[in-house]
């Protein structure tokens, strides 16, 4: 697959040059841990070691670039490069730039990113030099294939083309820290080593590089961990450890030798003249560089796996210090671990299945953003959040269950337990990898529900945490039932039902018990909710959520064979959709009904709240219909968007957290366009939310209110403009926040997306352009591209091309 170049594809999202200093692209599978790609061409932000780590660098770890035109004396020309951008500003550090960084060194002149998840390029230019440079990047990502998706890996390709007249020797190096030991940082950043290291030449048929191995630890304990850099070539030359001298020895050592001629030479072991003064017996530095002559206009292909295998992590949600070293007690394993005794075997498998791994990436990225009518910032928005899978908020343990997080902080997980009211908003997982997403449901379904059917929202008896103890979450538990509908609905899996449908239904009889006190269809008692507060009497939110489970429920006891149960349900739902609609509705909205708004804190009262008919986005994903009146839907989502939308937020007030401001625009959770906003109004009141506006977004257009809902689209990605934010991290609660996956609803609620229950075949009802529509679907068994065209004789005809099944 070297002959496919990856910039000419990557023409959909926007390019980001070097100034662009947040855009980072992640790296990395689902569950492995990663590290980003900045717009210059830097490896940044190291988190493989199953935690977060925002601010992780390796020292010394990077690729350069060595030319010469093969003569000696006078007419010898060379040029030697780090590739990546310059650096950019500000330079205020209080030491300036650690000799790790190599800031001193030359660099490319110019920069720029082009990423669309999952590949990421960036191209290196220098007019001093007879070459251009482009870097191509990607870890495989294949969905329904949650395997293949998960290799703790990157692929790592420069591109160098000879654009002069002459030939040229061409070299590329790529450096790597053995930081298998790693445990943090200390003095002067310096990185703190848990024993000491090794790295290994490895050469065998196919594939050369270097191993990393740790010692036992002092006092004997082992650490599992390795690394390795590896490449397909076999013309390349090795430096298994840099010199080891004081100061700054090695990187001159380095440096000197890889400039000299582009080949790199193994030396005698550090003699540590100069004492022991920033001699760190630990850090060793290994070094691979492949090598090639280049004729005129000749391109050369330099391709580097850089793999890891992080095994043991902490069999609990909080990772302490010492996980990085596998050394946390007690531990599990990491599900890729089981697939892949070390780095190594991860990168013999990359290599020998790359043409297939990365043909099938590239038929995703094509079906996804080249065969597609879907509008730029509704493919930006879905793919790029995508990252959030790949990230730290997603793992995996060894048997294979799927756990998430919230978000990230910089260097621990934020909010633990998969919780139930977050990742209700979710859908990338649930269409993408749904065999991922039946793992969460049974952990909330078999462990996490109790005898009476009451729901912890946040996950912890898997990982032998303490029970959550606050109470069951009303948006949480009747979403969990929706979302086990939604899976078999995805899957088609009777068996799958089957095992959880009662304890689904179970759960729903408790919450009609719990938060229905007047047995009428309209939640009316304490009702904690994703805003980490209760909400109390009646509101739109758990109206909603609950009229939502209900018909839900009625579906899954359809479908377990028991009638009079489902009828039930039915019953409940209609007398609780007559009721909200005559007790919430103010004419132009769902309102929260209290005597006295102020007697709780943190309601919104008579205020308009864009999550008001939430339920109704999650009844639209599994083609539910709608739950309350569709005329007063249309008219409160048109609300919604009038008043709660802001297109400059420089006049806002909010004493709460805070993701857009100045002259940005954004959606606020809610607005009190009639007044009668509560003394405290409820917590994150004022705040945007992505996850939210998505969700929003996705509903309008399921309303056909299509620009209304592209104009949030459009809005809330122009702040991730690679400046300002990164556009592939939308934070909320810690980065890579789970609530962004909700982005993948655009897709479904544009293309109109929906599964046949009764026989898993898919259909479209696209809600943009009729005439000559093009769409990435997806179900539990395949995915491929659906279209929808006017025929001659004036029909319209819709076509599901199959890209891909899951048992192939």
């Known amino acids: 697959m070297e002959n496919t170049s990856f910039w000419p594809l990557l023409t959909t999202q926007k390019e980001h040059d070097v100034s662009a200093t947040q855009a980072a692209f992640l790296l990395g599978g689902i569950g492995t841990g990663n590290v980003s790609l900045s717009s210059g061409g830097a490896l940044q932000d190291w988190e493989i070691f199953n935690m977060p780590g925002k601010g992780n660098v390796f020292p010394y770890t990077f690729f350069a670039l060595h030319l010469n035109n093969g003569q000696t004396g006078d007419g010898r020309l060379s040029h030697t490069r780090v590739l990546e951008g310059p650096l950019q500003p500000p330079h205020a550090l209080s030491h300036g730039y650690d000799s790790a960084r190599l800031a001193g060194l030359p660099r490319m002149a110019e920069a720029r990113m082009r990423a ?21 990047a990607y870890t495989p990502f294949i969905p329904l294939d949650e395997e293949d998706s998960a290799l703790p890996a990157a692929v790592l390709r420069y591109r160098v083309r000879n654009s002069s007249d002459a030939p040229w020797f061409c070299s590329v190096a790529g450096s790597l820290a053995n930081m298998t030991s790693f445990s943090g940082y200390g003095v002067f950043n310096y990185v703190n080593y848990a024993s000491d290291t090794i790295n290994i030449h490895v050469k065998e048929e196919g594939l050369q590089g270097l191993l990393y191995r740790a010692q036992p630890t002092e006092d004997g304990r082992p650490i599992d961990n390795t690394l390795a850099l590896l490449t397909p070539h076999e013309t390349l030359t090795v430096k298994p450890a840099w010199y080891q001298g004081a100061w700054y020895d090695g990187a001159q050592d380095f440096w000197d030798d890889f400039s000299d001629d582009g080949l790199l030479r193994q030396e005698r072991e550090g003699d540590q003249e100069g004492g022991q003064i920033l001699f760190q017996a630990r850090q060793k530095i290994g ?64 290599n020998r299945h790359l043409p297939r791994l990365e043909a099938l990436t590239l038929r995703f990225h094509q079906a996804f953003f080249k065969d597609s009518s879907l509008p730029q910032e509704v493919l930006d928005a879905a793919s790029s959040n995508i990252t959030a899978l790949r990230s ?115 759960a729903l009889d408790f919450a009609i018990s719990y938060w229905d006190e007047g047995q009428d269809g309209v939640p009316d008692s304490r009702q904690h909710n994703t805003y980490d507060i209760d909400f109390y009497g009646s509101n739109p939110l758990s109206a909603g959520m609950f009229l939502l489970a209900l018909r839900a429920g009625e579906e899954i006891a359809a479908l377990l064979g028991q009638g009079e149960r489902a009828e039930g349900y039915r019953a409940l739902y209609e007398k609780g959709r007559e009721k909200a609609e005559a007790l919430l509705w103010n004419g132009e909205y769902f309102i929260q009904k209290l005597t006295d708004v102020d007697a709780h804190h943190y309601q919104h009262g008579e205020g308009c709240l864009s999550d008001q008919l939430f339920g109704q986005f999650l009844a639209h994903v599994t083609g539910l219909g709608h739950l309350l009146d569709e005329n007063k839907t249309r008219q409160a989502m048109k609300s919604i968007y009038t008043y709660n939308f802001r297109r400059d937020l420089s006049d806002h007030e909010n004493v709460q ?129 659906c279209t929808q065209r006017r025929e001659p004789d004036g029909s319209l005809k819709q076509r599901f091309k199959t890209l891909y099944t899951a048992d192939s």
């Open 116 to 136: 669309e998840n999952p590949l990421g390029a960036v191209k290196l230019s220098d007019p001093k030099l007879p070459a251009t440079v482009t870097l191509e």
């Open 287 to 350: 070094s691979v560089a492949p090598h090639q002559w280049l004729a005129p206009g000749e391109e050369a292909v330099f391709t580097f796996y850089l793999c890891w295998h992080i095994p043991r992590r902490g069999l609990s949600w909080w990772q302490e210090k010492d996980s990085r070293c596998g050394l946390q007690e007690p531990a599990t394993k990491n599900h890729y671990a089981l697939r892949f005794t070390d780095a190594l075997a991860v990168g013999r498998y990359l």
């Open 392 to 506: 730290n908020t997603c793992f995996r343990i060894e048997d294979g269950s799927f756990f998430g997080w919230e978000g990230c902080f910089d260097q621990s997980g934020c909010c633990d337990g998969n919780c139930s009211h977050v990742w209700n908003y979710a859908q990338t997982l649930a269409f993408l990898f749904p065999k991922l997403e039946q793992s969460m449901r049974r952990n909330e379904f078999l462990l996490e529900t109790d005898e009476k059917g009451a729901m912890r929202f946040r996950a912890r008896a898997k990982l032998q945490g303490p029970a959550w103890d606050l109470p069951p979450a009303i948006d949480g538990q009747c979403g969990s039932i929706l979302r086990l509908y939604r899976e078999w609905l995805i899957s088609q899996d009777q068996g799958f039902l089957d095992e959880l449908g009662e304890k689904a239904l179970l």
């Open 657 to 785: 957290r805070c993701f857009a401001l100045g002259d940005e625009g954004g959606l606020l959770l809610c607005t009190w366009p009639r007044g009668g906003r509560p003394r405290f109004p409820f917590v994150y009141s004022n705040e945007v939310w992505t996850g939210i506006e998505y969700q929003v977004a996705a509903c309008l257009i399921w309303e056909g209110l299509v620009e209304e809902g592209l104009d949030i689209v459009k809005t809330a990605r122009a702040r991730h403009d690679g400046f300002k934010r990164n556009p592939f991290n939308e934070v909320e609660c810690g980065h890579h926040y789970a609530r962004s996956l909700s982005s993948w609803g655009l897709v479904l609620a544009c293309s109109g997306f929906g599964i046949n229950p009764k026989d898993g075949a898919p259909h479209i009802s696209p809600r943009l352009s009729q005439e000559d529509f093009r769409c990435f679907y997806s179900t539990g068994r395949e995915w491929g591209v």
